[in-house]
């Protein structure tokens, strides 16, 4: 993702040591970036032409046998057979006392509390959830990481047995064809009804691969859709596709119903190659294991936009929790947790957290737990768009001011002119050099868009003044400190 300061950095480091060691590239290097309009496919399959090509040259196909023509369907990664087994009722398996959870065996949490922390008068829907973990004590650490996993809406799930013309309660085994497919933890050696394959394990609302088209090509009873669906993987035909499908966010089951003739044709086998595994999501912790005793804690935006599509695209997960009363209610979550990417310091040295929007979750569970201080304090720095609308946490921030945290906030909307946390950097540039001075550690957490390289500019403006050094100079220091671990980032996409 080019987004991220570090971009393919392990590729490209493998890259050039494999030259040093006199390798010789047989094609470029390819980089793929999500970044792109096509996602990882817009570089991967151009790469992979160039590639194929390259080694046909230096290893020709023995004489006779031609290529395999791009029309031929190949078999399924997986095997979904139809067996008399009975099905396994629990969706997951009971986690005995003790064990810690994982993505293969995750922890039901009950669900106490879903409460919105914007008005309703405003746009971004933010929750605060609070789970119960009293019964599964977990051991967690201030900025660690959450993992939770949705199930699809049963509407979505309905409409695609109808489209498959299958029954919901057949019972199906998932198997691999060969060694190298690996079945989904919850799929191994179990039996599930086919409702419960796709509410649970089948990405039936994600945007669809390429390999979809190719797939959804061969299915198609209707020569126009098959000439129509071929032409989406022609290079030419990549802006047609950018266009009726990534630009306008469509997800799988909206492209079944622009190609009719596919319904009732789609082979059982190729579901799981169709659709792809229904990915965990992942939501920094908003609590403290000392200070929120017995419970876990997050703060979620919902996704909900609009495109040129009449229905505004929402997320799997956060449409349900959306759909959730906001009180205690019979819901578990299925999650896991697993270690941050933050390496914490102790309390004697200061630190400078920067999270704008929900970027101040890791913080609520890092400074919660921290002793204040009046000399050389903790520093937050927060950034949103209106104070009344969406200052999250605010009022906990300005209990925590009173007993030595310094709070700066950067409210973008509520003056003529708009002020982000990398302003407010700027303005208070003497403070944070004195903590920087002193040791201090930078944590940065938020959307990875331009935030991050905005926010790095500013503290290399505060080291070339504080320090009254050159630019050149105070953007060795901060490269020192992000060398050192006193500059850490966690951003997402």
């Known amino acids: ?102 993505r293969g065996q995750p922890y039901l949490a009950p669900l106490l509390s879903n409460k919105r922390m914007t008005p309703e008068s405003h746009f971004q829907d933010v929750r605060h959830v609070v789970l119960d973990i009293r019964h599964h004590p977990m051991q967690y650490s201030p900025g660690d990481v959450a993992y939770l996993q949705p199930v699809n809406q049963s509407q979505d799930v309905d409409f695609l047995l109808d489209w498959l013309s299958m029954d919901g309660n057949t019972t199906v085994a998932v198997t691999p064809r060969d060694v190298r497919s690996s079945v989904p933890v919850r799929l191994q050696q179990r039996a599930v009804t086919l409702r419960s394959l796709l509410t649970h394990d089948l990405d039936i609302r994600g945007q669809p691969k390429r390999y979809f088209f190719e797939l959804l090509g061969h299915f198609a009873a209707s020569e126009h859709e098959v000439e129509r669906l071929r032409e989406f993987l ?72 609009k495109t040129r599509m009449a229905v505004p695209r929402t997320g799997v997960l956060t449409s349900w929790l959306a759909s959730l009363p906001s009180t205690s209610c019979e819901v578990s979550i299925p999650l896991w947790i697993q270690n941050g990417t933050f390496k914490v310091p102790n309390d004697n040295i200061p630190l400078i ?116 050094v050159s630019l050149r100079e105070a953007d060795i220091y901060i490269t020192h400190m992000e060398k050192t671990g006193r500059y850490q980032v966690e951003t997402w996409s």
């Open 234 to 305: 022609t290079p030419e035909g990549q802006d047609e596709l950018i266009d009726y499908c990534y630009r306008m966010k469509r997800t799988c089951l909206e492209v079944l119903t622009d190609f009719p003739s596919t319904k009732g044709q789609i082979q059982l086998d190729y579901l799981l190659d169709m659709f792809g595994s229904l990915k965990p999501r992942a939501f920094s912790i908003a609590s403290n294991p000392e200070v929120h005793e017995g419970r876990l804690e997050l703060c979620i935006a919902i996704v909900n936009y």
């Open 353 to 468: 957290c920067v999270g704008p929007g929900t970027g101040v979750a890791p913080f609520r569970s890092i400074l919660m737990g921290r002793s204040p201080r009046t000399e050389l304090p903790d520093v937050l720095v927060f950034g949103n768009r209106n104070k009344d609308a969406d200052y999250l946490f605010g009022s906990e921030w300005e209990q925590r001011q009173a007993k030595g945290l310094r709070v700066l906030t950067a409210f973008s909307r509520d003056q003529d002119h708009k002020v982000y946390v990398q302003h407010v950097i700027a303005e208070h540039a003497s403070m944070l050099w004195e903590l920087l001075s002193q040791g201090a550690v930078i944590l940065l957490a938020g959307n990875a868009n331009q935030m991050p390289k905005q926010v790095r500019e500013a503290f290399v403006e505060v080291v070339k003044m504080g320090d009254n």
């Open 1 to 102: 993702d080019t987004s991220y300061p570090k971009f393919n950095f392990v590729a490209k480091k493998l890259h050039k040591r494999l030259q040093q060691l006199g390798g010789t590239a047989i094609a470029e290097l390819g980089l793929a970036d999500d970044q792109h309009a096509l996602g990882v496919e817009g570089a991967l399959q151009p790469w992979l032409q160039q590639t194929l090509s390259a080694v046909l040259k230096l290893h020709p196909l023995p004489q006779g046998q031609l290529a395999m023509p791009p029309t031929t369907l190949l078999p399924s990664k997986f095997c979904i057979t139809k067996t008399d087994t009975q099905p396994q009722v629990e969706v997951w398996a009971d986690l005995s006392a003790g064990t810690p959870p994982t």
